[in-house]
């Protein structure tokens, strides 16, 4: 049995089909049973996560239906990514290094228990996240529930593809460059990065592209954990930044229609689905190019001279290939260098936010390509590490990590060969309300996504 969404969970709780222990207990089993071949967790809890099922148990049993007033996630399942630190369980942020930080709950985590969510695992990623595919050297790479010889993307692969097997009711995920939206958009999930510093990050990163936020099942599900991770925290200096422009209705929206080169025919064929969607609620949509000069090279030099600012000579034999490619890029870059990268940013922030001067969103297919083999870091052009195109064949996703936009990932229907493919909706720093709202609208037209079927077609054994 899957782990149903948010909404049917705590329906099943109310109406007294399950309780939280039984239902908690049916997912750890799952997850048990059934997560070998996708390989989404890399640790699952065991008593700790019963105790906290029992205990929800016992606040159903005093308050009946009230006991979910101040505690809307009481006995939802819950997975949080490996690069997050959680009390209790390991958190190895997929590398073989120690992990020297506290043991202790991230403020995101501890928003999420005080709401009554239960975590139930870790969820695998790449090393420190470096790659948009989950593949390190502390577990077997993750697979796609839709087909398993292929990629479930990254790095909150792990978080994606257990929410697509039905191992969990709702994902906690990082995107520092597209690491939610990519592997929503191949797994056929809805992920949301929010605005930059809406959700507190612990510890922040000083190239100020990471976010943290929620992945899940369907639109309304995501709406309702972000209302519960967003707002600032003394331990995250930049949290409460994400509401600098003035929030926009969901009126008659102008919509700016972008399509990245190398966009295949398939995914275009599917994601404009979307398009039809729109028009027929009454938005005006236009095609549009975004140019700027340098993003991707830009984006390199400050995630290569970040990684090597934090990696010492001695730790060489103990990171992933991949990640040393990047590693030893940073080395070779000056301050001079870094300066000009965020030269570019700036241009990009400033380029941007004249184009949401005329429009409200930007819509675009989130990933241009349908989802390459799951051990490989990119598709074939882009697979080797020492060329440093890790991420050049997602370039939907990495400009808006740089200009801190809200960005969301919804299924736009599945490819001819049984694959997802998203739909990225953007909005100007602060506009989450209104991506949200509108994705909703989107999906009520769309329809979410069937379970994934957990396919071994083409898988490589």
């Not at 000056?334 to 570019?344: C, F, I, L, P």
């Not at 801190?404 to 989450?432: E, I, K």
Request: hydrophobic share 45%; glycine share 10%; charged share 20%.
């Amino acid at each position: 049995m899957s782990a149903p969404g948010i909404s049917r969970t705590r329906q099943m709780l109310q109406q007294g089909e399950t309780s939280v222990t039984e239902h908690v207990r049916s997912v750890l089993g799952d997850i048990r049973d059934r997560d070998g071949d996708v390989g989404a967790f890399i640790a699952v809890a065991g008593d700790e996560a019963l105790v906290a099922a029992e205990q929800a148990d016992a606040r159903i049993r005093e308050l009946g239906p009230a006991a979910w007033q101040q505690t809307p996630l009481l006995g939802i399942t819950v997975s949080v990514k490996d690069l997050i630190q959680t009390e209790g369980l390991p958190t190895t942020r997929g590398s073989l290094l120690d992990n020297p930080r506290p043991d202790i709950d991230a403020p995101a985590v501890a928003r999420l228990r005080a709401a009554g969510a239960i975590v139930v695992g870790k969820t695998t990623t790449s090393e420190y996240g470096w790659s948009a595919s989950t593949v390190c050297r502390v577990a077997p790479a993750t697979r796609n529930p839709w087909n398993l010889a292929r990629t479930a993307g990254g790095s909150s692969g792990g978080a994606a593809a257990a929410l697509a097997a039905g191992l969990c009711s709702a994902s906690l995920g990082t995107d520092g460059a597209g690491s939610i939206r990519i592997p929503a958009a191949f797994c056929g999930v809805v992920g949301y990065k929010p605005s930059f510093g809406r959700v507190p990050y612990v510890p922040s990163g000083a190239e100020r592209l990471a976010h943290l936020g929620p992945l899940a099942k369907n639109v309304p599900d995501v709406m309702e954990l972000a209302a519960v991770l967003a707002g600032p925290d003394r331990s995250d200096p930049d949290s409460g930044l994400g509401s600098l422009d003035a929030p926009r209705e969901a009126r008659r929206l102008r919509v700016g229609w972008i399509e990245y080169a190398g966009t295949s025919e398939e995914v275009r064929r599917v994601s404009e689905r979307a398009w039809s969607v729109l028009a027929e609620q009454g938005h005006r949509l236009e095609r549009i190019e975004v140019r700027c000069r340098d993003i991707y090279p830009a984006l390199v030099d400050i995630v290569a001279a970040t990684e090597a600012a934090t990696t010492a000579p001695e730790d060489e034999e103990r990171i992933d290939f991949g990640r040393l490619a990047v590693v030893r890029h940073g080395r070779t870059v000056s301050g001079a260098t870094v300066m000009r990268a965020e030269e570019v940013r700036h241009s990009l922030r400033t380029t941007l936010r004249s184009v949401m001067d005329r429009f409200d969103l930007l819509a675009m297919a989130t990933v241009p390509v349908e989802p390459f083999e799951a051990e490989a870091i990119g598709p074939t052009w882009a697979a080797d590490p020492g060329d440093l195109l890790w991420l050049a064949w997602a370039p939907a996703s990495y400009p808006f990590n740089m200009t801190g936009q809200p960005a969301l990932s919804m299924p736009a229907g599945l490819t001819r060969s049984g694959l997802p493919v998203g739909l990225q909706l953007v909005g100007p720093v602060g506009a989450d309300d209104l991506v949200l709202s509108t994705a909703l609208r989107i999906e009520a037209e769309l329809g979410a996504l069937a379970p994934a079927p957990v396919r071994v077609t083409e898988r490589m054994l």
